[in-house]
T-cell receptor
């Protein structure tokens, strides 16, 4: 069964550094998402992406964040200048196009630790 | 305020008992309501979902009910087993289906 994959599984970085988190969505999916989950807290929506552009973003997704689909398979989340409070698990998700296909499939996550 | 509110935050039941988790949402245009189970250190996994054109959906021991008028939906787990122990999240879209907002989660513990 196809799955969403994410790399790396764990990223440690220094405050102020840029990080890029990578995701490979399921191949026939057209909607892509990034979520973040601070340890012990709820899953928070960051951004959704469709047709090579952002379709929705939350109040968390400020100018420090950007997303890109650089090729036909990868979907990336970039944090330009990391802060301590960016430490969290970041999940990528994808879903098919269509009114009856709402299910989002989550990747295994990337644990980001900012020191 | 929060788009999705979830209660209770923790729930402890004896094996074999039922568990009920409730969520309310604010956007009356929301039309899709998933429930996710998340085990420690793992990704959220969809366990059941419901669309706004039905009031109830069941899958073996798991069921979801939806009250559109009151804007709340509930997860029901019957004959609970220790392996049901996890954190459960409800979710509802804020705008269309591309801005999914999650509840705060319910930590369910099933005691053998």
């Amino acid at each position: 069964e196809p799955e969403v994959t994410q790399t790396p599984s764990h990223q440690v970085t220094q405050m102020g550094q840029e990080v890029i988190l990578r995701c490979v969505p399921i191949s026939n999916h057209l909607y892509f998402y990034w979520y973040r989950q601070i340890l012990g807290q709820k899953v928070e929506f960051l951004v959704s992406f469709y047709n090579n552009e952002i379709s929705e973003k939350s109040e968390i997704f400020d100018d420090q964040f950007s997303v890109e689909r650089p090729d036909g398979s990868n979907f990336t989340l970039k944090i330009r200048s990391t802060k301590l409070e960016d430490s969290a698990m970041y999940f990528c998700a994808s879903r098919q196009q269509g009114y009856l296909t709402n299910e989002q499939f989550f990747g295994p996550g990337t644990r980001l630790t900012v020191l | 305020g929060e788009n999705v509110e979830q209660h209770p935050s923790t729930l402890s039941v004896q094996e074999g008992d039922s568990a009920v988790i409730k969520c309310t949402y604010s956007d009356s245009a929301s039309n899709y309501f998933p429930w996710y189970k998340q085990e420690l250190g793992k990704r959220p996994q969809l366990i059941i979902d419901i669309r706004s054109n039905v009031g109830e959906k069941k899958d073996q021991r798991i069921a979801v009910t939806l009250n559109k008028t009151a804007k709340h939906f509930s997860l029901h787990i019957t004959e609970t087993q220790p392996e049901d122990s996890a954190v459960y999240f409800c979710a509802a879209p804020l705008r269309g289906n591309n801005d999914m907002r999650f509840g705060a989660g319910t930590r369910l513990t099933v005691k053998p």
